[in-house]
């Protein structure tokens, strides 16, 4: 049976994810409709949420929760079930494909099992770039494969442009990104996958994704990013890229709305080329995860609005204007109409691509627990500052990856 919030007043507890405007817009619309709902939010550095994840949910839990990789979560019983709400709303009946990414089974290992999690839209990476600065270094289209992207990056060392910016400092590694779109770029992205998803045998450590890490390598030894990357956070990267300081930038499309304002008519976006013209693409392309605490106070309430935020024409019209993604939801439900030449019709065609080439990965950064924090950010940090080679950076990672999927 479908849920309500009820006429008795509520207070929705919820734990978000600092700087992005989606979750707080939603909920503020969710208030204006339904008046006897208020919102008590908590707000954190995804960083900080991931490592914060487990006791938050055991010693405070919030109804609705930003979740980072959410494996560990599940073998502690932390999260509650979604399926009899799935099963009520009929989030069975959407494609599997947007949902499966929050499948968890009891023993940890993602993409099947009970629904564990659901998003507040499907968003996507992939590279921004300023349209003024891509003219000047004649740069008329998206490149069409590796070896463009290349040569544009090194017209614009060569026109003393930073050619991308991207963070990297703190407890975040931002390097993760081009790395990521890179792999993909070299080998097969159901490969990944199975890493992130904790397949027996699975491991990052493969020919092809040294190949990425060491085209990562040749462009941070070719001066291609800012060269105070590594105590560059997300917010800077950001304002930069926002005041033309760079050409590109590897981003999400939940920048896409904010882009649209903030530089309208000069931010273009484009996916990660693959290695020959024509070739399929793939990107980091995941709901954007939210959970009910299994101790959550008002779970149906909850679960109410995570449908809300599906299927009701404001929030979807919020999903793509203000998110700048893909609602999650019935693939016939209804879609705003949204303004030619914008950043955000750039990364929804994008969406439609990456659905047809099957190509979507979840995040590296997601294959466990501790892995963003405790693995990729640290050993990335070392290859910006030429204290680690690509080589070695991966066997490091799939050995902290062993360590801790067997922990």
Not at 54 to 63: E, G, K, N, T
Not at 109 to 116: F, K, S
Not at 175 to 197: C, E, K, R, T, V
Not at 234 to 256: C, H, Q, V
Request: hydrophobic residues 40%; contains cysteine; neutral net charge.
């Amino acid at each position: 049976m479908a849920t309500t919030c009820g006429s008795d007043p509520v207070t929705l507890k919820g734990y978000f994810e600092t700087g992005f405007p989606l979750p707080k817009q939603l909920s503020d619309e969710f208030t204006k409709q339904f008046p006897n709902v208020k919102w008590e939010v908590r707000e954190d550095q995804f960083a900080v949420i991931t490592q914060n994840a487990p006791r938050v949910l055991a010693d405070d839990p919030p109804d609705l929760m930003r979740l980072p990789q959410v494996s560990e979560l599940v073998k502690d019983s932390l999260l509650k079930p979604l399926d009899g709400y799935a099963q009520a709303y009929g989030w069975d009946k959407w494609p599997a494909s947007q949902l499966e990414q929050m499948r968890v089974n009891p023993d940890g290992r993602r993409g099947d099992g009970p629904l564990q999690a659901q998003g507040l839209n499907f968003s996507m990476t992939g590279v921004f770039y300023n349209k003024k600065l891509a003219a000047q270094v004649g740069m008329t289209q998206p490149p069409a494969t590796l070896a463009d992207l290349d040569a544009v990056l090194q017209k614009a060392k060569e026109a003393g442009l930073t050619p991308i910016d991207q963070f990297n400092g703190g407890a975040t590694g931002g390097l993760a990104f081009p790395l990521q779109n890179l792999m993909a770029s070299y080998g097969d992205p159901a490969a990944i996958n199975d890493w992130i998803f904790q397949k027996p045998g699975a491991t990052i450590d493969t020919p092809s994704n040294l190949r990425a890490a060491q085209h990562l390598e040749k462009w941070i030894k070719a001066g291609y990013f800012a060269s105070d990357i590594n105590s560059q956070d997300y917010a800077t990267m950001m304002s930069r890229f926002i005041g033309g300081k760079a050409l590109f930038m590897f981003n999400g499309d939940w920048e896409s709305g904010n882009l649209d304002k903030q530089m309208a008519g000069n931010a273009g976006f484009f996916l990660m080329p693959s290695q020959a013209a024509g070739g399929k693409q793939a990107a980091m392309s995941a709901p954007l995860t939210y959970g009910i605490s299994a101790k959550a106070t008002h779970a149906d309430c909850a679960a109410f609005f995570l449908n809300w935020v599906a299927t009701d024409q404001k929030a979807r019209d919020i999903a793509v204007t203000v998110g700048g993604s893909h609602p999650m939801g019935p693939s016939d439900a209804y879609m705003p109409a949204v303004k030619e030449g914008t950043v955000t019709a750039a990364t929804l065609t994008a969406g439609a691509t990456i659905g047809k080439d099957n190509g979507a990965m979840d995040f590296i950064a997601n294959a466990t627990g501790a892995i963003y924090a405790k693995s990729w950010t640290p050993q990335l940090q070392k290859l910006a500052a030429g204290q680690q080679t690509p080589a070695a950076l991966l066997k490091s990672v799939q050995k902290d990856y062993e360590s801790q999927v067997k922990g």
